[in-house]
């Protein structure tokens, strides 16, 4: 009988040896894994991939990319964001997450400053863009079909078949006025006048008018209110 009690012990007392080293070599080996010594994360955001790559090898960290569309704000293969954030605690050979900007769909805006549209045309067809809306507006300064503006900034990273709105210069147009009520006035001084304004009275009919002294204007062409400028057709009758 108390051979067998002390068999049963025996038995007893290996298998308790045995489940406590298990145990403590499980702990020991979790504990190796788990708890490392505890770094600072680096911060990766705003780096080019190869770049992060290379500073959390240093700190002995493990990279994991997540690769998205994140706007133009980013040049392509360039950290957006990260997980955990910078400068927090991390153990070594922990991982950490990073957002990174995809290459596939974006390109470089060109600049169109000054092209005309067909230049813009073909500029924006080989950086995988087109033409939106066109604006027209007069300038002294630009050379007619020539851009003065465009909608995205130049160097900006946008999707591709974009399009890219454009304002564009229609040349300098001619200084208008509103031709004025001449009649009744003296023909010499409305002269003066016209050509100080770079207009140009064409023809004078002259024809009697009594009572009236010469001179004095009695009809024009256009009438008064109508739009003129320099390449109208301006005509007066005056009394003779």
Known sequence: MNRKLLLIGKIIGIVFMYFLVFFLSVYSTVSLLVKGDEI????????????AYAMAAKKGIIIKKVIGDFG????????????????SGVKEKSVLKIFVA??????????????????????LKNSKLKIGHVAFISSYDVPLDSVIGQSVPVGSRIGAGSAIDLLISKGGDSQSF?????????AD???VFFETQGLKISKIEEVPYFGLKPGIILKQFP??????SAKNLIGIQVSK
Do not use: H, R, W
């Open 40 to 51: 600072t994360a680096p911060n990766l955001i705003g780096k080019p991939l190869t770049e």
């Open 72 to 87: 133009q704000a980013y040049a392509p293969n360039t950290v957006v964001n990260q997980f955990p954030a910078p400068d």
């Open 102 to 123: 995809s290459e596939v769909g974006q390109t470089v805006v060109p600049d169109l400053s000054a092209k005309s549209s067909k230049e813009c045309d073909v500029l």
């Open 178 to 186: 509103v031709m004025p009520d001449l009649i009744g006035k003296s």
């Open 189 to 191: 001084k409305v002269l």
């Open 223 to 228: 009438s008064p209110g109508f739009e003129i």
